[in-house]
T-cell receptor
Framework: NAGVMQNPRHLVRRRGQEARLRCSPM?????VYWYRQLPEEGLKFMVY????????ESGMPKERFSAEFPKEGPSILRIQQVVRGDSAAYFC??????????FGQGTRLTVV | SQELEQSPQSLIVQEGKNLTINCTSS?????LYWYKQKYGEGLIFLMM?????EEKSHEKITAKLDEKKQQSSLHITASQPSHAGIYLC????????????FGTGTRLQVTL
C-alpha cells in the first residue's frame, strides 16, 4: 500500500506564474488535508477536503489559492500568480475517517 | 497566542540519555497526535491518543495524554542519533474535529 504521494517534489516558478501541486492519498483514504510550512516555522493548516467537497478552508488565503479533490484523480492545490512569499513546503495528508493523518513528502515551491 | 504550545523549542541530549517533550493545549483535546519530521522531509506518524489518561509506546518512545485532555508528553528512553529530528504535536479540538492543528515543534539533537 503506497503512502501519500505528492508531486512534484520540487517546483520552481517565476513570479506571476501558476503552481499546481498534486496529492494522491493513500488507497482507501477519502479525506485530504493541505498544510504549508515556511522555513523555521510550524505547519499551518490550509484546507480540508473530502471527495468533491471542501469541508474546511479556513486556512486558505482569500485570493490566488484554490484546492480541489475530484471524484477521480489526485487532489490539486493551485496557486495563481505566485509571489516570492508563496515559497514554502506544501504538505498533503490523508486519512480514512478524519482520525490518523498520514503525510506525503511534500512539494517544495520556490518562486524566483 | 498558539493553541498548542510545545516545550522545549529545542533540545540537545547526549546519546543514551532520556528526554521529555511537552505539548500543552489551550482547549480540550479531541485527539492528540505525535509526528516526527526529519529536515527537508515529510512527517512520520508516531502515535495517536484520544482518551484521558491514555499511554502508548512504540520502541523507546512513550506518549501520554493527561486526564483532563489538555496536555501530552512524549518521552524517549535511552536516546539514539536516529531519534534526532523535529517532533510535532498535532491536535483535533472538541467542536472542530475536522482539521489537525500543529504546535511549533521541538528540535531534538542527539550528540555522541
Amino acid at each position: 500500500n503506497a503512502g501519500v504521494m505528492q508531486n512534484p517534489r520540487h517546483l520552481v516558478r517565476r513570479r506571476g506564474q501558476e503552481a499546481r501541486l498534486r496529492c494522491s492519498p493513500m488507497k482507501g483514504h477519502s479525506h485530504v488535508y493541505w498544510y504549508r510550512q515556511l522555513p523555521e516555522e510550524g505547519l499551518k493548516f490550509m484546507v480540508y477536503l473530502q471527495k468533491e467537497n471542501i469541508i474546511d478552508e479556513s486556512g486558505m488565503p482569500k485570493e490566488r489559492f484554490s484546492a480541489e479533490f475530484p471524484k477521480e484523480g489526485p487532489s490539486i492545490l493551485r496557486i495563481q500568480q505566485v509571489v516570492r512569499g508563496d515559497s514554502a513546503a506544501y504538505f498533503c495528508a490523508s486519512s480514512t475517517d478524519g482520525s490518523e493523518a498520514f503525510f506525503g513528502q511534500g512539494t517544495r515551491l520556490t518562486v524566483v | 497566542s498558539q493553541e498548542l504550545e510545545q516545550s522545549p523549542q529545542s533540545l540537545i541530549v547526549q546519546e543514551g540519555k532520556n528526554l521529555t517533550i511537552n505539548c500543552t493545549s489551550s482547549k480540550t483535546l479531541y485527539g492528540l497526535y505525535w509526528y516526527k519530521q526529519k529536515y527537508g522531509e515529510g512527517l512520520i506518524f508516531l502515535m495517536m491518543l484520544q482518551k484521558g489518561g491514555e499511554e502508548k509506546s512504540h520502541e523507546k518512545i512513550t506518549a501520554k495524554l493527561d486526564e483532563k485532555k489538555q496536555q501530552s508528553s512524549l518521552h524517549i528512553t535511552a536516546s539514539q542519533p536516529s531519534h534526532a529530528g523535529i517532533y510535532l504535536c498535532g491536535a483535533r479540538f472538541t467542536g472542530t474535529a475536522s482539521k489537525l492543528t500543529f504546535g511549533t515543534g521541538t528540535r531534538l539533537q542527539v550528540t555522541l
